[in-house]
């Protein structure tokens, strides 16, 4: 049986997307996100609990988030899980990641954002956002 490897996060970006070029040119875009739980203790107490989520974008997509997105944004996004392993000093180290395939930008922020023509925007955003949304 064919395996799944799909997620859907909302959450709020940590800090400012890293946007770097790979020797082909395509852009690669880095970022992470803070996914917020809040509820009751047993002793009725309020707790919470921050899950961290490093996201990497790639092509046009790695090209709008590094453009559009901020600290403090809030997004939704889909993607696949993925970790790389690497060997430094002789040692492991791994880095889970979601590889994003959807974007959409949840802020009303658009006054901090640059100006681009709002149709260009729009479409890039929810071209395939409609099959995918489980609501």
Not at 45 to 58: D, H, S
Not at 72 to 80: I, P, T
Not at 106 to 117: V, Y
Request: charged share 35%; hydrophobic share 30%.
């Amino acid at each position: 049986m064919k395996g799944v490897n799909k997620c859907i996060f909302v959450g709020t970006l940590g800090r400012d997307p890293e946007t770097k070029f790979v020797p082909s040119g395509d852009p690669v875009t880095n970022w992470s996100i803070a996914i917020n739980e809040s509820w009751k203790g047993k002793d009725g107490k309020p707790q919470e609990r921050t899950e961290w989520v490093n996201c990497v974008a790639f092509s046009r997509l790695a090209e709008i988030a590094g453009e559009y997105l901020r600290k403090g944004s809030k997004v939704y996004l889909e993607g696949q899980l993925r970790t790389q392993s690497w060997e430094k000093d002789g040692q492991k180290h791994y880095r889970t990641e979601v590889v994003v395939r959807e974007l959409q930008m949840l802020d009303g922020k658009k006054e901090e954002l640059p100006q681009r023509r709002p149709e260009q925007l729009s479409q890039e955003m929810l071209d395939g956002l409609e099959d995918d949304f489980p609501f």
